[in-house]
């Protein structure tokens, strides 16, 4: 394969554009059902939002695969990894940089 290919295939591999759709939540529902779109809208409360409001799918085949992924793994799997996912996000910007572990001890006892 000669560089040009090379490359070609390269940039083909991160163009998403392909793979991008609009789709309504309801159409996601009926798109991917086994990744609960609305029911998860609901648990975090966000109710501005309308079944009918489009939204800007970037991946289709990742919701494909999370959908067989969800459904095949146990809840409280999913659970502690949201939860470790969140306080690696999160976990810095909430602990002052300039704390110590000493008075970490002391703020938790």
């Known amino acids: 394969m000669g560089?040009?290919?090379?490359?070609?295939?390269?940039?083909?591999?991160?163009?998403?554009s392909w793979t991008t759709k609009r789709l309504t939540l309801d159409q996601m529902e009926y798109?991917?059902?086994?990744?609960?779109?609305?029911?998860?809208?609901?648990?975090?409360?966000i109710s501005s939002?309308?079944?009918d409001e489009p939204?800007?799918?970037h991946n289709i085949h990742y919701f494909e695969q999370?959908?067989?992924?969800?459904?095949?793994?146990?809840?409280?799997?999913i659970a502690n990894y949201m939860s470790l996912?969140?306080?690696?996000?999160?976990?810095?910007?909430t602990i002052p940089?300039?704390?110590?572990?000493?008075?970490?001890q002391k703020n938790i006892l």
């Open 3 to 16: 560089l040009m290919n090379k490359l070609a295939a390269a940039a083909a591999m991160h163009d998403t």
């Open 31 to 45: 798109t991917f059902p086994k990744v609960t779109t609305l029911r998860l809208i609901e648990e975090i409360n």
């Open 49 to 51: 939002l309308r079944r």
């Open 55 to 57: 939204a800007v799918v």
């Open 66 to 77: 999370l959908g067989t992924i969800l459904s095949s793994t146990n809840n409280r799997t």
């Open 85 to 93: 996912h969140v306080l690696s996000t999160l976990g810095t910007k």
């Open 97 to 104: 940089r300039n704390i110590t572990p000493s008075d970490l």
